[in-house]
């Protein structure tokens, strides 16, 4: 993908797109038409990038397989999708593992506040034994995950207010936050006061101040243009955060071996130029976010990385996780409790 202007996108996203990529029939109908479901703008990564996968999909099946791609919250909300996935109405989705963890608990472990450092801590865990475990722990659900979990990023804090600077800052703060138990759990124990809302909630929850911040990747605050009811920027990176790739099991299974086989590696190969893309956009988005009106501070991680501590907020989650997955994510970014 070619820079991230405007104009580019709109060129990528119109006219080099099959059809049956964006929702739409071709003239001769697929033996397997699937949907697949996301919260994210149409312009965002990874929606570019699964819709050049359901493309290589559909010529590497030899037409049998289509997969029409639905973004930014068309089949419904987060919970709403993951019901129709559930019941096979939706056949994909990309979902957040903390958001999943309402079903598949462990699902949240890559969401521990301040554990990850980099990248290369991220997809040593996440393309490791830690995603190994979370995937084996979705498959008990009649779900399948693919290999490759897609990349949200690495999140920031906006609010309407005031910069966050320090702990003290989120102090009875009403801040958004997807529905997901551990998103709640470590806003209150920095002294928030989260609202779980749904992401096709979220520019209205901020236009109307139902919620006066939020936190989400440069990437998703750029794409759904948050900075039009947002004006501060704190780089706290709190946690990263990542898409599965998701499948209905009896779906997935009903597709010829051979298929299954060109779905999954698109779908992954896809994951992996979706990663490049925003670790492309996390060097320029500051800019043009700065540039929309959009005022940054960088923040010092230990301070809030004290105050969950003190807040038992590890020690709680070490409990709920258990030592298997708590001793797989250590394994990688060291002591964190
Ligand atoms: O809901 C959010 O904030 C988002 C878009 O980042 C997720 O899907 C977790």
């Not at 928030?192 to 209205?204: D, H, L, M, Q, R």
């Amino acid at each position: 993908m070619h820079g991230f202007g405007r104009r580019a996108l709109a060129k990528a996203t119109l006219s080099s797109l099959p059809l049956a990529a964006i929702g739409l029939r071709p003239a001769r109908a697929a033996e397997f038409s699937y949907k697949l479901a996301n919260n994210l703008p149409a312009t965002h990564p990874l929606n570019l990038r699964l819709v050049e996968a359901a493309a290589r999909i559909r010529e590497g099946t030899g037409g049998r397989v289509e997969v029409r791609v639905f973004p930014n919250n068309q089949l419904g909300s987060d919970t709403d999708v993951l019901g129709q996935l559930r019941l096979g109405a939706v056949e994909f989705f990309t979902l957040s593992g903390l958001i999943l963890s309402t079903l598949v608990p462990p699902a949240a472990i890559n969401g521990v506040g301040f554990a990850f450092r980099d990248y290369a801590q991220v997809w040593a865990a996440m393309d490791g034994k830690l995603g190994a475990f979370v995937r084996a722990q979705i498959a008990k659900h009649g779900i399948l995950a693919m290999e490759r979990i897609w990349d949200n990023g690495f999140r920031q804090t906006t609010t309407s207010t005031k910069p966050i600077a320090t702990p003290a800052d989120f102090a009875g703060m009403k801040l958004r936050v997807p529905v997901a138990p551990l998103w709640t759990s470590m806003f209150k124990a920095l002294g928030a006061a989260p609202t779980s809302i749904n992401f096709s909630e979220v520019y209205s929850a901020l236009q109307t101040h139902v919620a006066d911040g939020q936190e989400n990747p440069l990437a998703v605050i750029y794409t759904a243009k948050l900075y039009e009811v947002q004006t501060y920027c704190s780089l706290t990176n709190h946690m990263w955060d990542g898409f599965w790739l998701l499948a209905n099991r009896r779906a997935f299974d009903r597709l010829p071996e051979d298929a299954r086989q060109v779905v999954a590696r698109e779908f992954d190969r896809s994951a992996v130029d979706q990663r490049a893309d925003v670790a492309r956009l996390n060097d320029e988005l500051q800019g043009k976010l700065a540039a929309a009106g959009m005022r940054f501070n960088t923040v010092e991680p230990s301070a809030f990385r004290a105050r969950l501590r003190e807040a038992g907020f590890y020690k709680d989650w070490r409990g709920r996780f258990g030592d298997e997955a708590w001793g797989l994510l250590e394994s990688t970014v060291g002591t964190l409790a």
